[in-house]
DNA sequence: CTTTACAAATGACCGACGGTCATTAATTTA
DNA sequence: TAAATTAATGACCGTCGGTCATTTGTAAAG
């Protein structure tokens, strides 16, 4: 995925948002094969194919990086589910498996306020928080319109599947590498708290109880 | 708060005790002034009134730090709640002023599994584990008293409540320096989410939702 | 009271990392 | 062909978490 063989200069536009998609690319193989916590700016640059500066070229903080790739799969992540707002099952199901798809995607949520949107120039910030905002607000319309509700309660709705969501998300975060010499009983503690389970029972209770009170 | 005058060495296991809460407190201060991340080791270790090295005789990593304030925290919070688990409003009530309360709690919440617990010791991290192991036991059991409920269910409600405060302790994330000077329609993305309402609906919906279950 | 043994305390030091900037050089424009 | 522009570079910097050889307060032994 090294672009460096490729000795040109980026000048036009689109050959800017090629570099950067290189870039992402990287990230994600970098998170991939050996989490968050490996990926250094050095380390993404030589894997990218560019020097440290030039990365820092077309992302001003490290943190950019996680928030483009979480914008993108917010993005996919809606697109799959708005099919399926209409029906209980067929959303729990749907946001469960979609998160399981993307593989980057409930780590990333995880770490989206503490870590990433912590570390954002203003610039990024607001680019990301007007792409969360534009994403909440898809699937709140598609959700009145497909439950008949008010837009008050669609809102709730989907901001109370959404806080469970990343509720469930702090539970994706990796296991430590020592996890095997772990006492049984802690590693039951993580057991009991698989993210998808956690979400599933959280989400289901939620639009039970959302059911219950429109009847 | 410091302890620093008091040039005496820390030799019974009392004395260590201190030593520690004297950490933590100068830990509480230095969150509740500027954040968790002006948090430095040298920092706290100043603020403690010891030496960097120290410090490091009490504590293997710095987030060993907000772990056992966090394990405090939590420990502080099921006090609160076993009361009031028996009926939905005051339960509801009572975790969302118990956090309020105690305006770390959310913050170290926020950051536990993605920052703190990957940051721990090996040792740390089954202490910390087992504290929040048992804290969720007691929850778990008292509900299923209370509401004379399977424990299984109970089970189930306690953790999709603590999901939904994790997930909405995510916003409780302080918000950028630079606030001010953001844009309006950004503002009113952070304004959507305030973590005490967040809360509040979902966990409202989740206690609906269970009661429609068992009835 | 003195000496010895122990372990608490210290802070200089280290390596890693995020981020910067003066310099180089590819490409376009004049 | 020369000048101007700007992408690219990587040495460098400051900060920070964490370590460890040394110092020193304290208790036990003689």
Redesign the interface.
């Known amino acids: 995925m090294s672009l460096r063989e490729n000795k040109k200069r980026a000048r036009t536009a689109e050959e800017k948002t090629d570099r950067r998609s290189v870039v992402l690319s990287a990230a994600r193989e970098m998170i991939a094969e050996s989490g968050f916590?490996s990926v250094t700016m050095s380390g993404l640059a030589k894997r990218a194919g560019l020097a440290k500066g030039t990365l820092y070229l077309y992302v001003k903080t490290k943190e950019e990086v996680f928030a483009l790739l979480f914008v993108e799969g917010l993005s996919g992540y809606v697109d799959a589910l708005l099919p399926h707002v209409g029906e209980d099952e067929a959303l729990i199901r749907a946001m469960s498996m979609e998160a399981r798809e993307n593989a980057l995607f409930l780590p990333l949520m995880?770490?989206?306020?503490?870590?990433i949107?912590?570390n954002l120039s203003?610039e990024a910030?607001?680019r990301t928080?007007?792409a969360?905002?534009a994403q909440?607000a898809r699937l709140t319309t598609e959700m009145a319109t497909e439950r008949a509700m008010g837009s008050g309660e669609a809102?709730?709705?989907v901001?109370?599947l959404?806080?469970?969501?990343?509720?469930?998300?702090?539970?994706s975060?990796a296991r430590?590498a020592?996890f095997d010499?772990?006492?049984e009983?802690?590693k039951?503690?993580?057991g009991?708290?698989e993210p998808d389970a956690?979400?599933v029972?959280?989400a289901?209770?939620?639009?039970?109880?959302?059911?219950?009170?429109s009847a």
């Open positions: 916590e995880a770490r989206l306020t503490t870590i949107e912590a203003r910030l607001i928080k007007r969360v905002g909440a809102f709730d709705l901001h109370a959404f806080v469970a969501l990343q509720g469930a998300a702090q539970l975060v430590p020592f010499e772990l006492p009983d802690v039951q503690v993580y009991a708290s956690a979400f029972t959280a289901r209770l939620i639009l039970k109880g959302a059911a219950d009170a």
